[in-house]
Structure formats: C-alpha cells, structure tokens
C-alpha cells in the first residue's frame, strides 16, 4: 500500500511532466527476477532489438554481455531508500516511450505507474492485489497471465499481441560470451557430456542424492560423465552426496569453478543438461542444449525449456507457480522428485538419441570391424 501513496504524492510532478514529454524511441523492461526468469524475458529482448532494463544485480553478469540491451539499472539500487525510490521515478518518468512490466510486485508497478510513456504494458498475474488497480488505471494495455499459461508467450504479447514463443528465440549473453580461458576438461572427447545442477536458489527444488545416483547408476553402460555446475556455496550439497556415496568416477565437480559471466559458453560444451527448475537449465535451453527438466513441485505449463526436452515429474504434486514460488511443502523432496523405472528408460532412450551418443557408437562400431 505503501508504494500506492507514493504514486499519488508524484501524480502532481508527473502531469507537470508530462507536458514538457518529447519522443525518446526507448524501450524499459522491467524484469527483477532471478536467472531463469530473466533467460525467459531474452526473447522479448530480441524482439525489441534495444531496451533499457531494471534487473536485479543477480543477472549483470548475463545481462552486461547482451547487446539487445543498452542501459541497465539494479532494482536493489533504486528501493534502498525513499529518497532513491523518487529520484529514480523522477529519473525514469519522461525517459521512455515504450515499458514492459514483467514482473508485476509493487515496487515494479510504482516505477512503470511513475512513467509517462505513451506506450505501457503490463502483466497482470494471479498474484494482484485489489490496491494494484490504481498501477494498472495507468497502463494502456494488459496481458492476462495465469497458471497454465506459457510466461515467454505473455512476456512477448506485451510487444505484440500476435506473438508466441516461437517467433523470437532466448538467449543467455547476446551473442553468446567466450572466456578466454574455461576448463580443458569441458572439451573431453569420446564421452557423452552431460551437465547437472545439484541445487537450486530456491532449496525446496534442490534434486536429493537418493535421484541423483538413480540417474547416475541406470545411466552406468553409457559412456556418461556428469559435470556438476553450481556456485561456490552449493559446495555442502556435493558434500552430500559424497558422504553418502563415496567418490563417483564420473562425477566431476566444477562447482565455483565457472563465474556465471562464463556459464553459457561452458553449458554450451554440454551434450545435454539434467537439473529441477533452476536457473542453468534455463541457459542451457537458450544455448541450444537438450535438456532434462526434474519439474518436481513446478509447474512446468507455465515455465519450462522450449528446445529439445524431456520432462520427468509427476503432475499430481505440482503446486509452485512463477508468481506464487513455495518455499516448504508437505511431501519430502525424496518423493517430490521420484524418478520411476518408466522415467529412467525414458532418459536413457532420451541420452541415446543424442547425436555425441550416435556418433560414438558408430566410431565404437567401426572400431569393433
């Protein structure tokens, strides 16, 4: 309610504005959401081919390699404060003519309400409250999202109200980030290399070991190796599944080895990526990696990867949204992310049909002659 009064207090200052308002040709996407949220606004980038951003300080690292994107301001930056929170309304009010809010919370809705954008476009989620109306009174349009809609169809119908998911592709960095230096074992011939994320920002849709070494057993007459990928505080949930397994050969652990700026490029190396629904599995979608999604407790109607997939899960616990994210549930994580003995023939027919698994059984044959 807060950010309610705060519009109000501005309304004055922004009618004055508004008569001295010329034409800018900019575009604001507001998106403040964490990494794979912010892979799934890429395409609504593209589309509008230059955009300033309001992002949060998580995704500078993806979003400084992004050249769809011109000027980017932190969201944790402009509400520390009252007096930071006017100054950027004030900042921001004449600067555009086109905003896309994505990610409608109140601290968002007051800065796109603060702008006097001829063009402005909000998402209107599940998740709004009776107070917001007075954000929205200030839009010119609406896109209705719920549960069961796909969010990268609705982020691009705010552009354009034609658009699906298929007319402009994601992306991670733009055009894709190369380091000058990655592991050499990223470049591993003669196996099929296939990344995981063994946790997630959100814990609740962190894998457990019991899966992971389910995966990593029935996969066993494959010519598999696992890279696990992570920030450097995910080291405990390695840690985990060490103590409870000992040393697994064709683990390797590259966790806090890979800075996020380089995880693309590195993911790219990956002839597929197994992880829940977690930011990584979002960039190897973008790179054009086969993915398997762990969907646990996520609805994957709303939000999955859009490239070559397989999904595992069992729809009957799906109860976390994009809007409405759960933090605790009732089942233990063992049974949120069973994988079935049908799910793991799946995976491995899925691994198979690889082209790496293709080409090496047919240098394994040739060998063989």
Not at 8 to 24: A, M, N, S
Not at 83 to 101: E, T
Not at 192 to 214: C, D
Not at 225 to 252: H, K, S, T
Request: aromatic content about 12%; some cysteine; overall charge positive.
């Amino acid at each position: 309610m807060s950010y309610v009064f705060l519009l109000i207090l501005l309304f004055p200052v922004k009618l004055i504005r508004k008569l001295f308002r010329k034409d800018t040709g900019r575009n604001l996407v507001i998106q403040t959401a964490k990494i794979g949220d912010f892979i799934n606004a890429t395409p609504l980038l593209a589309y509008l081919q230059k955009s300033d951003v309001l992002i949060s300080r998580s995704v500078n690292a993806l979003a400084q390699h992004d050249d769809s994107i011109e000027e980017i301001f932190f969201v944790e930056q402009q509400k520390r404060n009252l007096w930071r929170k006017l100054c950027f309304a004030c900042r921001i009010m004449n600067r555009y003519d086109n905003v896309y809010l994505l990610q409608p919370n109140s601290v968002n809705l007051f800065f796109a309400s603060a702008c006097n954008a001829k063009n402005k476009q909000f998402l209107s989620t599940y998740t709004r409250r009776w107070y917001h109306g007075i954000f929205y009174a200030t839009a010119d349009g609406t896109v209705e999202h719920g549960k069961k809609t796909l969010s990268v169809t609705n982020y691009l119908k705010l552009a354009d109200r034609a658009l699906t998911w298929q007319d402009s592709p994601k992306h991670a960095t733009k055009p894709l980030f190369k380091p000058a230096v990655y592991p050499q074992i990223l470049d591993k011939p003669g196996v099929i290399r296939i990344g995981i994320s063994i946790s997630a920002g959100n814990k609740a849709k962190t894998v457990p070991p019991v899966i992971w070494k389910r995966i990593v057993d029935h996969l066993a007459d494959l010519p598999c190796e696992f890279y696990v990928f992570g920030a450097p505080n995910e080291q405990p949930w390695m840690d985990d599944i060490i103590r409870a397994y000992g040393e697994i050969p064709n683990l390797i652990n590259l966790i806090g080895k890979i800075s996020l700026e380089e995880l693309p490029w590195a993911i790219s190396k990956m002839d597929c990526y197994i992880a829940s629904d977690s930011g990584n599995i979002y960039i190897a979608d973008a790179v054009g990696v086969p993915v398997v999604l762990l969907f646990g407790p996520c609805c994957h109607y709303e939000q999955r990867p859009l490239g070559k997939v397989l999904l595992i899960g069992n729809d009957a616990h799906i109860c976390s949204y994009v809007f409405e994210t759960r933090y605790y549930f009732s089942q233990d994580r063992e049974e949120l992310f069973a994988v079935t003995d049908e799910s793991l023939r799946e995976l491995k027919d899925f691994i198979r049909e690889l082209p790496k698994a293709n080409t090496i059984t047919s240098l394994t044959d040739a060998q063989g002659n």
